[in-house]
């Protein structure tokens, strides 16, 4: 997203995306941006949320005729109701035939798995969203942790170890500020081999990952339609066929008498096209925001060196972690001037100014822990805003 008042031209030079690869026109590109003093917005935090995107918008909008309620038996009813299953199957074919149970996003998802599957206690890892982290303690009974590397991929040794009482094994796909990718595979085998179940928050995967191949191995899993180009406050819990999920919500039969009240039809239309276009666009997806992060992280680390560190080594390609060493003030609000839009972690706790409990899991030190940001791009992302950033992170970094 740019709102330059001319689109941005860097003495000519501007190079289509596939021309990455290019080093002199890199080059060429860091000098030129060096000297570029249009203002530029730029937007970097699509995993904090992505624009709604147009096909979404047209879908939810002509859902919006069939208003009548979904439950109702008689023909306008039962036309919400068709499209409501039109997109609860769309949904579960993109999951691998799973159940679909709609909520009102990631966080309503989060806490109904962690609370609602399985039986006894529970094993999760310290690097959970705080949708997971937080309502542990409410399902009742003991929490137990797994490790995580400095890297930041949680452990799977728990297999050997972990008490027979535990039922639920909670460990997401992908995390939400570094973006280590897990292995669902040997987690899932490590908590089935002791009996219990493996729910997933996949709301940062969903952008890059297969959810079929996920399916396989775990029994449930949490998304967002606003991280795809959905609505807000739209979500899911998939959950494996014959696995048991208990009821959220009282007072209707709503989502197999397990979540009352009357449905959201243009949020779950959103949501399922988000899904459908984000499965059908995934390669290109990678692609696209590998090259842009690489392009990034290299113009960064070819000024900056020893003075960053790049955070996570098996990574989503759309997220870029950056601890800065020596920055003495805080760079968000600097780069926040310059135009430039990131975050310091996870978007819903982002006024708590507090160090990351994410890299706290992986070791560094509490200073460490302050100086991450989050960049994070999305299918708009351009070259050029990609440069225009790195340019403005240099920037921020040379008086300090
Ligand atoms: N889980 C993860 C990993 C997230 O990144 C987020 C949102 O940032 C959520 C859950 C919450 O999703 P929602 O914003 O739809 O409640």
Known sequence: MSNAREPPRFFGFSAPHGAIGDFHGVLIDILAAKFYNERMNVYLDYAASAPLRREVLDEMLSSAELFANPDSLHAPGRLAAAALLAARDKISALTGGADVYFTAGGTEADNWAVRCLGEGDILLSPIEHAAVLESAPLRGGEQFFAAVDGDGIVSADFEHTMPESVGLVAVMGANNEV???????????????????????????????????????????????HKLGGPKGAGALVVKKGVK?????????????KRGGTANLAAAVGMAKALELADAERAAFCRLTKALRDLFEDALLRSLGGRIAIDGANRVPNISHVTFAGASSPLLPLLDLKGVYASGGAACSAHAARPSHVLLAMGRSAEEAERGVRFSFGMQTTREEVLFAARAVIDCMQPL
């Open 179 to 225: 973006g280590s990718l897990q292995p669902l595979e040997e987690l899932a085998r490590a908590a089935h081999a002791r009996g219990a179940l493996l729910f997933s928050d996949c709301v940062q995967a969903a952008c890059s990952q297969n959810l079929r191949e996920i399916m396989r191995h775990a029994d449930a899993i949490s998304l967002s339609a």
């Open 245 to 257: 999920l208990r009821p959220l919500i009282a007072g209707g039969e709503q989502e197999r008498g």
